[in-house]
């Protein structure tokens, strides 16, 4: 069985760190049980769960999934078989319409705004809309270095966004990075990097707001969606492609190139953006 290693941030809350998947969830530790957040994959929630036994005998009393991505949310039988499953009504949807064998399907559905109780202790819940999926729900915590938004796949402090921001919508997602600068966090997590200071959601969102401008740039300098004369117009598509995604990922790198998967990912991301020009979303 592979480790994960438990970081404590006070007030009862409590990093899980799995590298194999290079994937980290957060977890609250009270008298009557213990709140965790995405089991992983059954292998981490496997480890998850002994991690958690190193700290308290008490029982994982509920399981929160973050949102409905398979690659956060399988295995929770392992790490709470008789846990509650607390999750976004769109969270059901989705894994009820996938019909995934080997995620437990939600129990407790949360409003968009809810503070969910656990003894002494509050979660509070956020929800903005379809933004990295349909489901991904904010959850804030209290720690010892004041208040912890954990948003996964949103705000990943220190790395690029991820590739061609699968399952996103596009104006969500800045819809929701412009409503996260609202809630007061001190700190933030993502699902993949952090906790890093709250000043991430803002880095995000210019990351967003300069790489869709400066895709709109390179796509009008190419033209739009013009054939070159005598050229076939699936050979145009490729064409416009690349030179956008190259251009605008240069014009973001002098600011941005030193976040980790910048090189890899930038020009991916600003052909999903292009795709959001292109057709809206
Ligand atoms: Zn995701």
């Not at 809810?114 to 509050?122: A, C, D, N, P, S």
């Not at 997590?189 to 401008?213: K, R």
């Not at 030179?243 to 998967?261: I, K, N, T």
Request: glycine share 10%; aromatic share 8%.
């Amino acid at each position: 069985m592979g480790h994960g290693t438990l970081e404590p941030l006070g007030k009862g809350v409590y990093l899980f760190r799995w590298p194999r998947g290079v994937v980290v969830s957060p977890l609250l530790v009270t008298a009557e049980g213990v709140i965790a957040v995405d089991p992983i994959d059954a292998e981490a929630a496997r480890a998850y769960r002994a991690a958690i036994r190193q700290l308290t005998d008490a029982p994982v009393r509920a399981v929160i999934y973050s949102h409905d991505h398979r690659d956060h949310i399988v295995g929770a039988a392992e790490l709470g078989p008789e846990a509650e499953i607390i999750a976004h009504p769109r969270a059901r949807e989705r894994i009820l319409r996938r019909r995934d064998p080997d995620i437990l399907l939600p129990t407790r559905l949360v409003q968009d705004e809810e503070e969910l109780r656990f003894g002494q202790h509050r979660v509070e819940v956020r929800y903005f809309g379809p933004n990295h999926s349909a489901s991904n729900i904010g959850l804030l915590f209290e720690t010892d270095a004041g208040r912890l938004l954990f948003f996964c796949d949103l705000v990943e402090p220190g790395l690029a966004p991820y590739r061609n921001l699968p399952d996103t919508d596009v104006l969500g997602l800045l819809e929701t990075l412009a409503a996260c600068r609202t809630l007061g966090a001190d700190l933030v997590l993502g699902g993949h990097a952090g906790p890093a200071t709250a000043e991430w959601i803002d880095g995000y969102a210019q990351f967003f707001h300069e790489l869709l401008a400066a895709t709109a740039r390179a796509y009008r300098a190419q033209g739009g969606q013009a054939p070159l004369p005598g050229e076939d117009g699936v050979a145009m598509t490729e064409r416009v492609r690349l030179a956008v995604c190259q251009e605008a990922a240069a014009a973001l790198r002098p600011r941005f190139g030193h976040w980790r998967g910048f090189d890899a990912w930038a020009p991916q991301t600003a052909d999903r953006l292009l795709l959001y020009l292109i057709t809206g979303n």
